[in-house]
């Protein structure tokens, strides 16, 4: 960060996710980087773009269906993930505008998932969300009853489930949990792992993040309208 020209942090993200990738004795290309776009516009995510990135991640539906079909015509091959929480309700506007579900984390959002997936004649790729610390208010599957839910959604709702997802608590050590996704996706032969965010990205692909979701380090701070 630190230069106001085009492409704000992406180039030393780049570098730090590759340098991260060789320190773990693993291919630099077996690391992807999400630009985490939320809250931001387009003339924020433009000269992302404009530098050759393409896939990005947004939490909120409405919000990302404002924002993303202008870009899209413009871009034609970004690739789009949803990483919030997803409400049944926005399931169809959800699978119309994204690339691929990180947050599939309960029956009942998987049942309707699988549905309209066959109605609309779409299946973006999903991942489990797991909680991986337990908390109350964070969303994702508790770790004792991932290993039931992913075999439920792949055996009898044949949802594409590509991998896991996690955001470990904010005030513990994330290493633990990002070893605890890994196995879980592991003892399934997922390969996709998507953890690890602008403070933690480096520790993360240690433990076979495929997927680092960096939003600060690429665009600055996120101004703080609400809860994010
Ligand atoms: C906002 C967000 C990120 C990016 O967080 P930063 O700390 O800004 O890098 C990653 N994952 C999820 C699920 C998010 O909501």
Request: hydrophobic fraction near 45%; charged fraction near 25%; glycine fraction near 8%.
């Amino acid at each position: 960060m630190g230069d106001d020209s085009s492409d704000s942090g992406l180039g030393a993200v780049q570098d730090a996710v590759a340098a991260a990738a060789r320190d773990a004795g693993r291919p630099v290309d077996s690391v992807a980087l999400m630009a985490v776009s939320k809250t931001h516009g387009p003339d924020r995510i433009a000269p992302v773009l404009e530098a050759g990135h393409r896939l990005f991640g947004e939490n909120r539906v409405q919000e990302a269906a404002g924002k993303w079909p202008p870009l899209r015509d413009a871009w034609p091959d970004i690739r789009l993930h949803l990483i919030g929480p997803l409400q049944t309700n926005k399931v169809r506007d959800a699978l119309a505008l994204f690339d691929a579900i990180q947050t599939v984390d309960r029956p009942k959002l998987a049942e309707r998932l699988a549905r309209d997936m066959d109605a609309l004649g779409r299946h973006p790729d999903c991942f489990i969300q797991v909680n991986t610390g337990k908390e109350p208010q964070k969303a994702g599957i508790a770790p004792e009853d991932a290993d039931a839910f992913i075999a439920d959604c792949r055996t009898r709702l044949t949802l594409p489930v590509v991998g896991l997802m996690c955001i470990p608590p904010v005030d513990e050590s994330p290493a633990p949990h990002f070893a605890l996704l890994a196995k879980i996706a592991a003892r399934h032969g997922l390969t996709e792992l998507s953890m690890g965010m602008s403070a933690d990205f480096r520790e993360a692909i240690r433990f076979g993040a495929t997927i680092v979701r960096v939003g600060t380090a690429i665009f600055g701070i996120r101004p703080p309208p609400n809860d994010r």
